[in-house]
């Protein structure tokens, strides 16, 4: 699923206020990370992700490898911040 220009601008207004949940730093994106990214989608759909060091590429793959994993969708990148958005699964 894609986001539409429109649901991505309600994202970003959403994220605005909100504090990054994750903070990726010197070892990268182990498995505990990918875990508690994992945890923070499930329970908040929106999150923000402060990725430490590196240039803008690195963080851009960084980000992308993260939403391919979760199946989720990167909202933004500003800086050092990704915002990312996956779709709660509907209770059955």
């Known amino acids: 699923m894609t986001l539409t220009s429109e649901k991505k601008q309600?994202?970003?207004a959403q994220a605005h206020t909100l504090n990054p949940v994750v903070i990726i730093g010197d070892k990268g994106l182990t498995d505990n990370v990918i875990a508690e990214i994992?945890?923070?989608?499930?329970?908040?759909e929106l999150i923000k992700v402060k990725i430490a060091g590196?240039?803008?590429?690195?963080?851009?793959a960084l980000t992308e490898e993260?939403?391919?994993?979760?199946?989720?969708?990167?909202?933004?990148?500003i800086g050092n911040i990704s915002i990312i958005?996956?779709?709660k699964a509907k209770k059955k």
């Open 85 to 87: 958005y996956r779709k």
């Open 38 to 44: 994992d945890g923070a989608l499930t329970a908040h």
């Open 66 to 77: 993260i939403c391919g994993k979760l199946h989720a969708q990167l909202v933004q990148l």
């Open 10 to 12: 309600q994202l970003k």
């Open 54 to 60: 590196g240039d803008k590429d690195q963080r851009k």
